[in-house]
């Protein structure tokens, strides 16, 4: 930028000036580039508006268009001054030089201001039924930027009208360019409330955008395929007659033309009935979706986003195609991470094999995060795998035997939910757990460890002993491994009873008196009065049994995963989030959301239980998808709404807090069946799983 | 669909070129740049940060997102608000970017600085302000963008610059086929094929191909008169699987029956790109062997390496062995075979080894020790190997003939094969 910093401002523009009027015609050309350059660099030139005005006139066909760019750019400032120049616009759409004219229509399009808006519609009208093609596709994107400006004059004019006819163009190009427009305006007719739809696709437009679609370029088939996505199918034949039309997409060469046929597909297989056309068009969909992990990393990363999600809808139809998502040790983390993801979601017994090593492999790369998820997916394989577990925990074992630090803490991790999955199976390695007590230090890698040896404390022969150890150190621990110790120990106590009446009054003196978190000192409280009441409701309660956890097919509730498949690929898709809760208009509150049909939510039950005053919709997480809890989804119950009333006006922080509480209140003297009986199945479930695990498989899974 | 706009960084990510943002607000590109610039100081590597950025409060019509690539050490960003397709952005930012090198050649802040007019206006006509990519058809551009050249600068100090024009083509867009310009004329006819093919392998430290797959595009250079519709076909067409195609193939004809039937645009294009899957043999060789020992002490390591052509007739050449010794490595000393390099790039902390060309059957050795401030050095697990073979195909695809309709000439056609391949190599 320095290099055109060179003379005083003032100077500058006044031989700018005095070069704009020179009596050449090279000094002035030269002149306008050079007030280009200083506009490109932000410099004031308005000051120049008339002296570049004057050079409109020309027959140089890039002088020409370095003027328009300039009054683009200062239309919007100086209104008063492009009026001047309408009478040259108006002129040049009639120039015999189809350039000139398409320059000047889409020119007078994107001056944005008000004042030349009135005289662009006689224009605009001529030059939609141009003789020259490239004349009518800009004049018809022409249209869809003035219904931005003033979608009265549209109508009044009858534009729109004429679009709709234009989509019998002979000209591909045209009917692909009028799709866009009409899409353009359809969004934003109904973004303004408007009740009619600009833009219908009856079964005589579709034909007209089937035979388009395979003649015109790649952006003009993206726009027809959105519209084709838009169209109701009238019967199982019209659907399976667009599906076959539009297969033929899947060999183009742009990625985003790839993605938008088989989004097509996806949204008219529905109503297909034949099941082996199904088959076949799903068998048709796996090259092109190989195909687009051959493109630079950025394109990858959407299409395996995209791919995830077309996964967990049809899970079959990349299932032997597992090893294209092996990682390279040099792809970007963000494509890595997909990928193991998808190779997690594409895992079955015939290839399990094959992709354990591949995980054991990346567990021994440099990269710490790259490595903890790859842990974390051999976790995952194992849960979802039965007959797979067993080799899941040798590789597992394994890995923790290199006693690398954070190989070590995420290993003993996930041990425990392969623990919650196969309760009383690999107890053989325990002790190795045990053995590497020392080497954690983060606080999921430590609580998952005292979970474990609470759970297994009648055969663990020392785990007073390795209890005491974070008994004693209880006030430094994070809060999640207090809770832990607390629930362990209390469940050390219920199976042991002798060894452990010591440590067990040692922890509950400690939680409540000199302990800062309420969740903690709450839950102390809890087990104190279980205990001292009834020891027998403390051992149903705390020693319950747990639904084991498994995989779950989804990330995201099946209606919303529909909702998205329709909009692949597009930002929705990609985050894996509605459209509405990212770029909706206004914000959307926690209040809204419900209104607008809590269906459409994934986790209604989440968000509801949010404090009031959170608006949860325009924080979206970069990319990954957000660790929030799943929680089942189940419909109020009255009494529930009843019960979450009452509870409102109460500063609880998390919903387990607000249970725990319903809990007390609600069963008074603590008898788990009372528990059972005073409230709702579910919350009864939820607080014994807060009570005695404290672990819900959100934490264990992603 | 929108995209909001384009904009051009350079290395040290300040905008050199941005188009429009007539819409929005003159903050509205700054805030992408800065959301960006910080993207990219946070994560651990430049490239590690995310492609599509979400930009949640650029206060005019609620939160947008931009898509970025690096394109040597220029950035590209697209802009975009909306429920927008990002693969259209960034197909959109990949087609721009061949445009600029078809126009400048070689890009660089320095090139576009100085073609900025060009730029601008290949923007323009590339991108509609309503967001939609319009003309970015090569040959169409080049009618109504003129290319810098000798010929218009030697026009413009003449002055005679309404002869350099391309207001003289008073046919514009008159073509019925939207790839190719009419009346068009060579002398002599020629179309060259050029089938190059990449092989991406990753193989483990025992030598077992864990994936290898060929890539293959025809690049073709197409100079012939008039309209011609080429009809090419391949004598072994089958292994070829995952096809695309540039849009003047005929789709139904190549499901038919493996020939390509098109109206070519002139000049450069791809014609087609494939996959190559042998039947049978489920995997690709690779065409060498690696054995590789590392070994890692504490502040060091040592690593001993041998390379073996596994060719008999033809020669690899460039081969490029690179292995990245881990946060903090800071040296590396190494002994080589005669005819082979090797240096260590102490910011990357990547040891380069070269070999210039590897003759069938000969072996090539590596031996050397590097030295870190990491206690324990995590140097990666894989070797990768770059390399080319000219002249050779992996998947030996062989034209069978070319006709030609609606011309009365006989084209030249030149069929050429090269080969290129990125291995992992684990140890």
Known sequence: MAAFRAPPRKGENFELSADLNSEYKEKRKDAIKRVIANMTVQKDVSGLFPDVLKNMQTDDLEQKKLVYLYLMNYAKTQPELVILAVNTFVKDTDDPNPLVRALAIRTMGCLRAEKIIDYLCDPLQKCLRDENPYVRKTAALCVAKLYDLKPELVIENGFLETLQEMIADSNPMVVANTVAALTDIHIAAAAAGSNTEVFVITSAVLNKLLIALNECSEWGRVAILNALGRYETHDDRESEHICERVVPQFQHANASVVLSAIKVIMIHMRSVRSETLTKQLVRKMAPPLVTLLSNPPEVQWVALRDINLLLQKRPDILSNEMRVFFCKYNDPLYVKVEKLDIMVRLAGPNNVDALLSELKEYASEVDVDFVRRSIKAIGQTAIKIDEAAERCVNVLMELIGTRVSYVVQEGVVVMKDIFRKYPSTYEGVIPTLCANLDELDEPEAKASLIWIIGEYANKIDNADELLGIFVDSFTEESYPVQLQTLTAVVKLFLRKPDTSQGLVQRILNTATKDCDSPDVRDRAYIYWRLLSTDPGAAKAVVLAHRPPISLPRTTVSPALLEELLGEIPSLASVYHKPEETFVGRGRIGADAIPKGGSEKLSRPLLLASKPRTCSTSTTLPPTMDSSQPVLPQQPYSPRRLQLRTCFRGHQATRWTTWYRYLAIRVSGPMRHHHLHLASHRHISTLSVACLSVDNPCHQLLR | ?427
Request: hydrophobic residues 35%.
């Open chain 2, 1 to 427: 669909m929108a995209i909001d706009g384009l904009v051009i960084l350079d290395s040290t990510g300040r905008p050199i070129v941005q188009s429009g943002f007539r819409s929005t607000s003159p903050a509205y590109p700054l805030l992408h740049i800065e959301a960006l610039n910080d993207a990219l100081s946070k994560a651990p590597r430049p490239a590690d940060a995310d492609p599509v950025l979400y930009v949640p409060n650029t206060g005019i019509d609620g939160p947008s997102a931009c898509c970025h690539v690096k394109r040597g050490e220029l950035r590209f960003l697209g802009l975009m608000s909306g429920d927008t397709d990002p693969l259209y952005v960034f197909a959109f930012l990949e087609t721009f970017i061949s445009i600029l090198r078809d126009y400048f050649g070689q890009l660089s802040a320095e090139t576009l600085k100085e073609n900025f007019d060009v730029v601008y206006q290949l923007l323009e006509e590339t991108l509609d302000a309503g967001g939609h990519p319009s003309t970015t058809s090569i040959n169409a551009l080049k009618d109504i963008v003129l290319p810098p050249s000798l010929l218009s600068k030697v026009l413009s100090v003449a002055g005679v610059s309404g002869l350099a024009s391309p207001g003289t083509n008073s046919h514009p867009f008159a073509s019925p086929i939207p790839w190719r310009k009419v009346g068009v004329r060579y002398n002599s006819n020629e179309i060259f094929f050029d089938v190059a093919e990449e092989l991406k392998a990753v193989v483990n430290k025992n030598g077992g191909i864990i994936v290898s797959s060929v890539w293959g595009k025809v690049h073709t250079n197409c100079r012939l008169s008039g309209t011609p519709d080429l009809l090419l076909s391949f004598s072994n067409a089958q292994p070829l699987t995952d096809c695309s195609f540039h849009p003047c193939v005929r789709l139904q004809r190549w499901s038919r029956d493996k020939n390509l039937s098109f109206v070519p645009p002139d000049g450069r294009f791809i014609l087609m790109e494939y996959k190559y899957t042998p039947g049978g043999v489920h995997h690709v060789a690779v065409p060498f062997a690696l054995k590789a020992s590392v070994d890692c002490e504490v502040n060091g390591g040592s690593f001993d390496v041998a390379l073996t052509s596994r060719l008999t007739t033809k020669v690899l050449e460039n081969m490029n062995v690179e292995l990245y010794l881990g946060e903090g490595a800071t040296s590396a000393s190494c002994v080589v075979s005669n005819n082979t390099s090797w240096n260590f790039d102490p910011r990357t902390r990547i040891l380069h080894w070269n070999i210039k060309a590897v003759s069938p059957s000969s072996s090539f050795s590596l031996k050397g020790t590097f030295s870190s401030t990491a206690e324990q050095p995590r140097p990666s697990h894989a070797f990768r190997a770059r390399f080319e073979i000219p002249q050779h195909s992996f998947s030996s695809l062989k034209v069978d003939q070319l006709k030609i309709t609606g011309e009365m000439y006989k084209p030249y056609k030149g069929v050429r094969g090269r080969s290129t391949g990125d291995v992992e190599w684990r140890w």
